[in-house]
């Protein structure tokens, strides 16, 4: 008992907390399943009420944006709202009436179509009573179905019962009006209902959003983002499933109109209709066609194109148009759109079905803003569930080293191999080192081990280098202590190979005075030594100093891949006996290519030189902004950058032909050059960040300059004394870039894809000052002269 003990390390407190947690954990999950259980009761027995709203909740969705489009062009709300619904009503009585016209008009001559069909029936009776392959089977079933029916049927004692028919008894005219009145009641309040609702959601839209706000809870941040989202997405789907199911429409219409199909208009729009009911919408639309088709040709041909026409308009839209018009509108996984159909339908029916997805993308939303329902993301989202570098990891350890080769491959496709070592294989190995000790088994290492030489392996052979195998190595990579530290050379090896550079990796091995009296440099001139561990000062600079010892003309660079900031300054490089430390495989690609060939990196790594330069320049000189006339303007749009995005610094800089010249500032740079006033005298375009945002035609950004050999040699830039830089073209007539909106930070940070958007958007608004056509319309002292809607609200001081 006591060695069991030790070996479990649990004390019996510990073990108490333990029992206490899970019995907590079973409570939560108790009661999440009862709330659950409740709503979904409740959806069920309250559908009278809740279908009504929640249709009306959808069709307000639609129509909001056109209501707010008539309302900024200077109607009253009230004028608005009624203007689109009185547009919709008469949209809808319009389509009716000529839908009806078709109808009546096949009615009338569905007569003349009964022998043609009945001619049709009979000629199939007589092809299927004809001699064939399973007349055998058949006749051996019928049969066995007699001898069954034949002691079915055997007499029973006393008399056999008769059968009973009863007629009812006829309903008078006035019987049969208050039936069909009675039955119309119901949907006519229905339709009255919502559109009584739709009318006062769109006329007070505000203060419905208010009282969602109030019921999402008091963050109002996330509160809007999820009412924005929601809206968005609703909308964009709801457009979206409009344009695809017109487009769907119209051609077949057109096609059954060619064809010769009666009512061709008709059958359109109740495909264009149905295709609003998934899954089993086209299918229920494409028999009325088909059927009429069967009965008006006495031969087979217009049945044949009718079908024809709908396979390929149903394969059209389903492989072209839709991808291409839906894209990512909903956000929702092919699975979840399926289980929701069902959900829904099994709740309320038909109505369910159409509504399942417009719902299910208000849960998708409630539970990527709500920590609470955040379950309901990871369920119903199309985003994967687990991030590159943790898929591939697991399937390591799940010794599934084949789906793991596959996802790099995807990933290498998309990008580079440089990248994907950069983003996924480094964050993989530094996954691997935190799980080494804390969760993983002995089985789960060797997995990991085999797996990633396996995974290295392919990705050498399907991307190999340029350079021949006897090619000399040039740069040795050595794993600092263990295996993951050699796996991490190895990806910088193959990089190195692909941009032209030799290199060769040592096995794994403490890096000590018998390993380096037995070490092979095979003619490399550069080392590279490679460390995961997050204190790897004492064993590098060891393993430097050996290594100088031996070979003092030796380069060393330090590949630290968790080192803390500390070790990352120059004077701790000095202190570590290296030529250089880097973080990641692009830095140490970058840096050893410049120790190598100082020259020649240093022509790579700068800037292109756009090909409509001269023109470039020329649309600056034009706009004037360098005469100064519009620097109070773009230093408040500089001000509202910097606040906006949360740092001091922030510069609307542009690029002449040989100078960079800074328009617009906020706040001070205490080491760069600068005027009495601590403006931002020109520089060198040379030198300047801004210049690869005008030669790369795209927004640049850079998490740390300091780790960034284009930078971090950089005198001029060393001066500002930076960390970050982020910029967005300023694009002027023609989509011409004159320079760019910067913002920059005294510490490392990463902006997601929706912050570099909006970089851009307020790039946009930068370039709409300077543009004379647009400085001629505006006031050019006032910021509020900004065009974009996002951007435009004023940030408080």
Known sequence: ??????????????????????????????????????????????????????????????????????????????????????????????????????????????????????????????????????????????????????????????????????????????????????????????????????????????????????????????????????????????????????????????????????????????????????????????????????????????????????????????????????????????????????????????VGLILSTPLTVCLLVLGRNLPQLQFLDTMLGSAPALDVPVRIYQRLIANDVDEAVEIASTEIETSSVVSFYDTTGIEVLRLASQEHLRNASAEHRLRLVNGMDTLLDDLRDQYPSSLSPEARPVVLCIGGKWEIDAAAGEMLAHALAIQGIAADVQPPASVNADYIAKLDLKGANIVCLSYFTSSPAIPARHACQRLRRRWPDLRIVLALWNAPQELLTDESVEALKADAVVTSVQEAVLRIHRILNPEEAKAAQEAALPDNDAERVDALQATGVLEDKKRDALDALAKRAADVFNTNLAVISTIDKNREYFVGQSGTFPNAVTDDAGTLLPMDREHAICNYVVGNNESLMVPDIQRDPRFADNETIKQWDVRFYAGAPLRVSNGLIVGALCILDTEPRILKDDEIALLETMAADVAAIITPSEADEAPVKSPSAASSATVGQQVPE
């Not at 019928?142 to 056999?160: F, L, M, N, T």
């Not at 229905?190 to 559109?195: H, K, S």
Request: include cysteine; glycine fraction near 8%.
């Open 1 to 350: 008992m006591f060695n069991a003990s030790r070996r479990t390390g649990l004390s019996r407190s510990d073990r108490g907390d333990a029992i206490s947690s899970g019995e907590l954990d079973i409570k939560k999950l108790a009661a999440a399943l009862v709330s659950a259980a409740v709503i979904i009761v409740g959806l069920y027995f309250g559908r009278d009420i809740l279908i009504p709203l929640a249709t009306a909740f959808l069709i307000t969705f639609a129509l909001n944006p056109a209501v707010t489009w008539l309302v900024r062009r200077g109607l009253p709300r009230l004028l608005a709202t009624s203007v689109v619904m009185v547009i919709v009503l008469c949209t809808l009585t319009g389509l009716g009436i000529i839908l009806g016209a078709q109808v009546r008009s096949i009615a009338v001559e569905l007569p003349a179509y009964q022998s043609t069909m009945l001619k049709k029936l009979s000629d199939l009776r007589e092809n299927l009573k004809a001699p064939g392959l399973f007349d055998g089977v058949l006749k051996t079933v019928e049969r066995v179905q007699k001898e069954v029916e034949s002691k079915d049927e055997k007499p029973a004692d006393g008399p056999r019962p008769e059968r009973v028919e009863v007629v009812p008894t006829p309903q008078s005219p006035f019987e049969q009006a208050s039936t069909w009145l009675l039955r119309s009641l119901e949907p006519l309040a229905t339709a009255g209902i919502i559109f009584i609702f739709v009318f006062l959601a769109l006329l007070d839209i505000g203060d419905l959003r208010d009282r969602f706000l109030r019921l999402l809870g008091e963050n109002f941040h996330r509160s809007t983002d999820a009412i924005e989202e929601t809206g968005a997405r609703i909308s964009k789907y709801l457009l979206m499933q409009l344009l695809v199911n017109v487009s769907y429409g119209v051609p077949l219409a057109l096609g059954l109109w060619i064809i010769g199909v009666p009512g061709a208009l008709l059958w359109g729009a109740v495909a264009a209709t149905m295709r609003f009911v998934p899954y089993i919408g086209p299918l229920l639309a494409a028999i009325f066609p088909i059927a009429l088709a069967f009965a008006v040709d006495c031969g087979w041909s217009m049945l044949l194109w009718t079908i024809a026409l709908i396979v390929i308009l149903e394969l059209a839209s389903n492989n072209i148009v839709e991808p291409l018009l839906y894209g990512t509108s909903t956000g929702l996984s092919a699975i979840s759109l399926i289980a929701a159909a069902m959900f829904w339908t099994a709740l309320w029916g038909p």
